[in-house]
C-alpha cells in the first residue's frame, strides 16, 4: 500500500476542514479517532452525554497505547484528543462539509438520523454512513441530496484497518465518491469503491462464511476451536470464523445476515438457528463476555 500524506492539502478533500461523526459505539469512535489524527476537527455525536464521554475515554486510551508504541512526541496524543468534539446534537452537523453515520444496522433509525442531517448540513455537504450491509440508495431517498450520499464502510478496528469500501448508491455522484475517496487516502486508507447492493463485497463474502462456520459448529462436524483452527492454520486467517464473529459481535452478524437473506432472497443467506440463540440469549461475543468463545475479563452486560 502506497503511504499517503495524512494531513488536509490539496485536491477534492482540501475542502473538508471539519467533520462529524455520528455514533460513539466502537466504529463511531475509531472513526472519530482516526479522523482527528489526520488533523481534521471532529464533532462525535451520541444520544446521551455519558455514551459521548464513554466515546471520548476510550479514545484517549487507544491513543496513549498508540502514541507510546510509535513513540509520539510529548503532547500529541493531547493535541489530537483536543481535535475531537463530543456533544449529543446534530446541529454541529451545519458546521461541517462531511458527515459519517455509525450508529446501529437498523435501517429505520438511519433513515431518520439522514432526514435530520440532510436538514442542517450545509447544501454541498457530503452524507456518508458507515453501514456495513444497508442499502445506500434506500438512505439516499430520504434526502433531497441523493447524489450527495455515499457509502464510506470502514473495517474494524478502524485505526488499524487499511480498507475503506466506498458504496455508490443508484444517484451517487461520481464527485461525491472521488471526494470521499481522496479523504480515505488522506486518512492513510485503500478505499475500494463498489456498487450498491446487500453486504456490498466484504460482508457478502466474509458474512456467509461465519454463518457457515456457525452451521458446522451446530451440526457437531467439529468443536468451536477446531474450526477456528482450521481456517487460521490451513487458509493463514488471523482470526478463525467463530473468533471473528465474537468480535464483530454476533449481534452485528445476525442482522447483517437478515439483510443478505431479505435482499437476496436466498436460502443460502438464510441465518443459522444457532447464531439466532446466541443473540437471543445475550451472548454476543466480546462486548458482553461471551459468545462462542468466553472472555472473563469483558464485561458480562452487553
Known amino acids: ?17 471539519k467533520v462529524a461523526v455520528v455514533g460513539g459505539g466502537t466504529m463511531g469512535n ?33 491513543l496513549e497505547r498508540v502514541a507510546k508504541k510509535q513513540e509520539w512526541p510529548a503532547g500529541q496524543a493531547s493535541a489530537v484528543l483536543a481535535r475531537i468534539h463530543g456533544g449529543t446534537s446534530l446541529d454541529v452537523a451545519k458546521e461541517c462539509q462531511l ?41 439516499a431517498a430520504v434526502t433531497k441530496r441523493p447524489e450527495r450520499v455515499v457509502g464510506m464502510h470502514f473495517m474494524n478496528p478502524v485505526p488499524v ?34 456498487n450498491d447492493s446487500p453486504g456490498f463485497v466484504s460482508n457478502r463474502i466474509l458474512m456467509p462464511m461465519i454463518n457457515e462456520a456457525c452451521f458446522t459448529l451446530m451440526e457437531g462436524v467439529a468443536t468451536r476451536d477446531a474450526i477456528d483452527a482450521v481456517m487460521k492454520v490451513g487458509m493463514n486467517h488471523p482470526l478463525g470464523p467463530l473468533a471473528l464473529a465474537d468480535l464483530i459481535g454476533l449481534d452485528v452478524c445476525l442482522d447483517i445476515m437478515e439483510v443478505l437473506h431479505q435482499g437476496l432472497g436466498d436460502s443460502k443467506y438464510r441465518p443459522c438457528p444457532l447464531l439466532r440463540e446466541l443473540v437471543k440469549a445475550g451472548h454476543l461475543g466480546r462486548k458482553s463476555g461471551r459468545g462462542f468463545h468466553e472472555y472473563p475479563e469483558a464485561p458480562k452486560k452487553a
Open 1 to 17: 500500500m502506497t503511504t499517503m500524506s495524512t494531513t488536509p492539502g490539496d485536491g477534492p478533500a482540501a475542502a473538508v476542514k
Open 161 to 194: 484497518m487499511a480498507l475503506v469500501e466506498i458504496v455508490r448508491g443508484r444517484s451517487t455522484s461520481d464527485a461525491a465518491c472521488a471526494l470521499v475517496a481522496d479523504l480515505s487516502r488522506r486518512l492513510g486508507k485503500t478505499p475500494v469503491e463498489v
Open 99 to 139: 458527515v459519517v453515520e455509525a450508529v446501529n444496522e437498523d435501517a429505520a433509525l438511519k433513515r431518520v438520523i439522514f432526514q435530520r442531517l440532510d436538514a442542517v448540513s450545509p447544501p454541498g455537504a457530503i452524507l456518508a454512513s458507515n453501514t456495513s450491509s444497508i442499502s445506500i440508495t434506500e438512505i
Open 30 to 62: 475509531g472513526i472519530a479517532q482516526t479522523f482527528a489524527t489526520a488533523g481534521f476537527e471532529v464533532e462525535l455525536v451520541d444520544v446521551k452525554p455519558e455514551f459521548v464521554e464513554r466515546a471520548l475515554g476510550t479514545i484517549a486510551k487507544n
